[in-house]
């Protein structure tokens, strides 16, 4: 069935043009282009979530080699926290303010932008140096680089992330969500083996006496990934469905009316999400106790944090599949009560399975866990946020969701310890109580994405414009202004064709 706006055009000047017109306007995937033009956006936009995973999980690995160098002069000074956590800061810095740019100035500048921050900040932070060769001063250019860094990091998701669901419109129907999760949660999790992995080859080669050197290598890795990326990111074109309907004046209460509720919703389940998971380290605690001898090697402590890291690698995988067949809200919902329950029984059991005997028990439960809660919220809250709102203002709505989910983190990190410590000096409640909490708050989530969240299908971001559009018509937004000067121009270009003709 014919638009309105091609009827018009049929009207005026021809069913020719509006043959012509209605190819312009084509569905996404009907868009003639080969399979790796419509594969490789996707992963020039979210492959960057990589560099996530490894510069926020290699500061851990980072964080202890410091400790091990400069004892109690890292040890008891502000430098230990700021050091690991400051990248929190900027991250959230960087997730407000690219939401912002990617909607209002461009998708591919600010992912450029993005890169050329994580390129610069990551090797500056391996050669980060006091003046005068001053101890303190190294902390505080560490610290100073590392915030920088958290906002290159914090600028891939509403700028990368949203570019790349953008692009999924191109693919296959029944395959988009798979290669969305394969390309950003996926890539973040790989990240996290590596920045495990590489912690541990460095320890073996440059061994316990020459970790100065280790710890720089560690985070000058780093530039690596982004800098593989920035070839195809300079070629990076804006996706389609932005081209379509990016906004030149934002009329914020329209936009807040129609989206708050739904927004707090994601948000919520992002931020219990994220604050939940920092408890999830503590059992690794505890059967790592059991398996190194406290005069271990690094290179074995770090041995093992890649085993547990390789936990999220198969739920990502099994989650990007499933998120296809079932929708992301049912398979976020799935994976996370799944989750939930898993959490209550490793809880009501802990006192058995906290001895050395249980070990390899302990392992095996734990790793199903992890890999439950990447099939759940892991792979899919950012497909949620990235497809329940409309092009023209999702890099704003995702920056926020995402925002939240890492001052989730951030809230957890500092309640948590006093959680713990309720227990008293019980080590068995210890275990317990985090997780007690946890498990609740999975529970929880679940509940409200089941009751909250709107069912999200292959077409959604498509349908989910149009729900958009009619709402601004509906209170007089001039929608004929949607799209760049690019699309316009190749709109009228299309029209004049058809005119010749």
């Not at 610290?143 to 958290?150: D, E, Q, S, V, Y």
């Not at 070629?235 to 906004?247: C, F, S």
Request: with cysteine; net charge neutral.
């Amino acid at each position: 069935m014919a638009t309105a706006e091609e009827k018009i055009i049929e009207q005026n000047l021809g069913s020719e043009a509006a043959r012509r017109y209605s190819i312009h306007e084509a569905a996404l995937d009907a868009t003639p282009k080969s399979r790796w033009e419509r594969t490789w956006p996707v992963l020039a936009c979210g492959a960057g979530l990589f560099s996530d995973g490894y510069l926020n999980g290699v500061i851990g690995s980072v964080n202890t080699m410091l400790k091990t160098i400069y004892k109690d002069e890292y040890v008891k000074s502000d430098a230990q926290n700021n050091v690991s956590s400051i990248a929190f800061a900027g991250t959230v810095v960087g997730q407000l303010a690219f939401g912002y740019l990617s909607d209002h100035w461009s998708r591919r500048h600010s992912l450029l932008v993005s890169t050329i921050i994580l390129i610069v900040f990551a090797a500056l932070g391996a050669g980060s140096y006091g003046a005068g060769g001053s101890i303190q001063g190294l902390f505080a250019a560490l610290t100073a680089f590392r915030f920088l860094l958290g906002i290159g990091i914090g600028g891939e998701y509403p700028a990368g992330s949203v570019a790349a669901a953008e692009s999924t419109g191109e693919l296959k129907r029944g395959h988009r969500n798979r290669w969305f999760i394969c390309f950003t949660n996926l890539a973040i999790d790989v990240g996290f083996v590596v920045a495990a992995f590489v912690p541990m080859i460095c320890a073996l080669i440059f061994t316990d006496k020459h970790l100065r050197a280790a710890w720089r290598v560690c985070l000058g890795l780093g530039v690596i990934p982004p800098l593989s990326l920035l070839y195809l990111r300079i070629k990076l074109q804006e996706p389609e469905e932005y081209n379509r309907n990016k906004m030149h004046h934002y009329p914020y209460w329209l936009i807040l009316k129609f989206y708050w509720w739904r927004l707090t919703v994601v948000a919520l389940i992002w931020f219990i999400y994220d604050f939940s998971a920092y408890s999830f380290g503590i059992y690794s605690s505890s059967w790592l106790a059991f398996l190194l001898p406290s005069d271990a090697p690094l290179w074995k402590s770090f041995g093992w944090n890649t085993v547990i890291n390789l936990f999220y690698v198969p739920g990502a995988v099994i989650g990007a599949f499933l998120s296809d067949w079932i929708g992301p809200k049912y398979c976020l919902i799935t994976g996370v009560l799944l989750q939930g329950i898993v959490g209550f029984i490793m809880t009501a059991i802990y006192k058995h399975l906290d001895q050395a005997s249980q070990v390899g028990g302990f392992v095996v439960i734990y790793g199903i866990f992890l890999a439950l809660g990447e099939i759940g919220p892991g792979d899919n809250i950012g497909l949620v946020a990235s497809k329940t709102s409309a092009t023209s203002v999702r890099g704003m709505y995702y920056g926020i969701a995402a925002a939240c989910g890492k001052i989730g983190a951030f809230v957890g990190n500092y309640i948590f310890p006093d959680i713990i410590k309720a227990a008293g000096d019980d080590i068995i409640k210890q275990g317990q109580y985090p997780f007690y909490v946890s498990s609740s708050l999975c529970i929880f989530s679940g509940i409200i994405a089941f009751v909250f969240l709107p069912n999200i299908g292959q077409d959604t971001i498509t349908e989910e414009d149009e729900r958009f559009r009619q709402h601004l018509i509906k209170h007089g937004y001039d929608v004929s202004t949607l799209g760049t000067r690019k699309y316009h121009e190749e709109k009228t270009l299309a029209v004049e064709k058809a005119q010749e003709k």
